[in-house]
């Protein structure tokens, strides 16, 4: 037996490790303690200041504090795409004071923001003004049926990409692994897991801790590799839970965080390799994580590919909407708007596309939103959505 220490290895760090996970993650008793805490330091939100230095909009952010981890770093990495200076980092931002609701949306508290973002419970956005405004859900889950066997799985792809994956299998002897030690832990996010995550997001990257992912996922779950030629070239650490027969896809990675993995199609195989396995070990669902409301998330459009169910999240995400407005109508603004289409979000609970557009910036529909569990999309006119919109910060009257 291996002497080698566990991460969190004592009572105590191992009770810490659970905690901070379900925390997050738990769709039970620590989801209800989240939705409280939430409730209880929601009731004067911190404002949240991010103006970008290269032609970008203002943003605002004010809400949950969850939002601060997902919405403004999310919403700052879109800017920085259409900054004229690619590359720099992003502006500072400016946090200010604690606010009334009725500040914050009133734009008292940023009166130089251009867009506006608040993370709130639905109850609360639903009285939001919707003026030059967008309700979305705060964030989506991806998920895969995969009850049709691992024939069931292929068919799930286009015929192109399902063809090449077969013949790639067959040429590069993929094969998919299931690790159990320790060691393999370590392979994975030493090797795997951490350069992929620099390599691709640099300062923005988020992640589970170590003693987290061990505790947590690795002891909880599956560890599975892809081999090519006999060699691992990728990794996925995956939740397991057999009572509801999901496998949830948490930690991912491919060797030495090589881009080259990405463009050989070594990460779409082990994601096919994953799926594979839960259909033939007698799982009915692979959840393939979360993501913003936004098509312009690179992992979204990633993963449409294999025609996932677009859900409402089981955690404390459920209930929390995202209420986006435009406060000045601008240039940046408008080229930011089109350029990331949000999921919207009814009071029934149906998801549904916005594409924006004017007469100087065409749609962006090259950006796919087909998939189970959105209703279909829409086309928006930017002069007709920002009707009203100032060259200022304007106040408006509103139910809170």
């Known amino acids: 037996m291996s002497s080698r220490r566990e991460p969190g290895g004592g009572l105590v760090d191992r009770w810490r490790a659970h905690a901070a996970y379900a925390w997050q993650n738990d769709t039970g008793a620590f989801a209800a303690l989240h939705h409280w805490v939430d409730a209880a330091t929601g009731m004067r939100p911190r404002v949240t200041e991010s103006v970008g230095d290269g032609g970008g909009p203002a943003l605002m952010y004010a809400g949950v504090d969850d939002g601060l981890v997902h919405v403004l770093p999310f919403l700052e990495q879109c800017r920085d795409k259409q900054s004229r200076y690619p590359g720099d980092a992003t502006a500072p931002r400016r946090n200010g004071r604690r606010a ?29 003004p919707r003026e030059r405004a967008l309700l979305l859900p705060f964030r989506v889950s991806l998920e895969v049926p995969v009850d049709g066997g691992a024939d069931g799985v292929r068919r799930r792809v286009s015929r192109k990409d399902r063809q090449e994956y077969v013949r790639e299998r067959q040429r590069r002897s993929w094969a998919c692994e299931v690790a159990d030690r320790p060691e393999d832990f370590d392979h ?13 997001h640099g300062a923005a990257t988020r992640s589970e ?9 690795f002891r909880r779950g599956v560890l599975l590799f892809l081999r090519e030629d006999g060699e691992r070239v990728a990794g996925m650490l995956c939740r397991l839970d057999p009572a ?49 409301p936004f098509l312009s998330k690179g992992i979204f459009q990633f993963k449409r590919k294999l025609h996932p169910e677009v859900v409402l999240p089981a955690n404390h995400f459920a209930g929390k ?25 009814d009071d029934d609970g149906r998801l549904r596309a ?27 006119d930017l002069d007709e959505f920002l009707v009203g919109a ?10 809170t």
């Not at 500040?103 to 639903?126: K, N, Q, Y």
């Not at 916005?354 to 928006?380: K, N």
């Open 100 to 128: 009334s609701w009725r500040e914050v949306v009133t734009g008292v508290t940023a009166p130089d923001a251009e867009l506006i973002a608040v993370g709130c419970f639905a109850a609360r956005a639903r009285r939001l």
């Open 188 to 200: 994975f996010y030493d090797r795997m897991h951490r350069p992929t995550m620099q390599r691709r």
């Open 209 to 217: 801790r170590r003693d987290i992912a061990y505790q947590c996922l």
């Open 244 to 292: 509801r027969g999901t496998l949830m896809i948490r930690l991912a990675g491919v060797r030495d965080g090589a881009e080259s993995h990405y463009r050989s199609g070594t990460h779409m195989a082990m994601y096919l390799s994953v799926l594979e396995w839960a259909a033939t070990n007698g799982l009915t669902r692979v959840n393939l994580s979360g993501c913003e």
């Open 321 to 345: 909407r995202l209420w986006l407005q435009v406060r000045r109508d601008t240039d940046a603004l408008r080229d930011f708007l089109v350029a990331n289409p949000p999921l919207t979000i």
């Open 354 to 380: 916005v594409y924006f557009h004017d007469r100087d910036r065409p749609a962006r529909t090259g950006l796919r939103w087909e998939c189970p569990g959105i209703v279909g999309s829409r086309l928006v």
């Open 390 to 399: 100032p060259a200022g910060a304007a106040a408006h009257p509103v139910r």
